[in-house]
């Protein structure tokens, strides 16, 4: 399994006192169900405020089912969303549940 395409950062509990700690930068996020189902994959770009902290912020208040998230800084944000979400394909088939609406068309990845 080719290490450098997949997240690999440890996954967090998605409450509020550890999104606080987060920086404002630009990156991508992956969000997790107590069950382990990656649920959502994002980014956190030029015009998202407060960076990946106010993009996981914005999904802690949503509700949703997600309880962990990991998250990498980068500059590269759009392009390793793709990737990371080509990843996602590749290894289970089918996009995670809440970016099965996303309108972009992803190309095939084959890691090794």
């Given at each position: 399994m080719a ?7 440890q ?5 509020e006192p ?13 969000l997790?169900s107590?069950?382990?189902?990656v649920?959502?994959?994002?980014f ?5 405020p407060?960076?990946?902290r106010g993009?996981?912020r914005a999904q802690?208040e949503?509700a949703q089912?997600a309880?962990?998230f990991?998250?990498?800084?980068t500059t590269?944000?759009?392009s390793?969303?793709y990737e990371?979400?080509?990843?996602h ?7 995670p549940?809440?970016n099965?609406d996303?309108p972009?068309?992803?190309?095939r990845l084959?890691?090794?």
């Amino acid at each position: 399994m080719a290490k450098g395409i997949r997240m690999t950062s440890q996954w967090r509990e998605l409450d509020e006192p550890t999104v606080a700690s987060l920086g404002g930068h630009m990156g991508v996020y992956m969000l997790r169900s107590a069950d382990g189902e990656v649920v959502l994959i994002g980014f956190a770009g030029g015009k998202s405020p407060f960076g990946l902290r106010g993009e996981l912020r914005a999904q802690l208040e949503k509700a949703q089912e997600a309880t962990w998230f990991r998250c990498e800084v980068t500059t590269s944000y759009l392009s390793r969303y793709y990737e990371l979400l080509m990843t996602h394909l590749y290894d289970h088939g089918t996009l995670p549940r809440d970016n099965q609406d996303d309108p972009q068309r992803l190309g095939r990845l084959h890691p090794a």
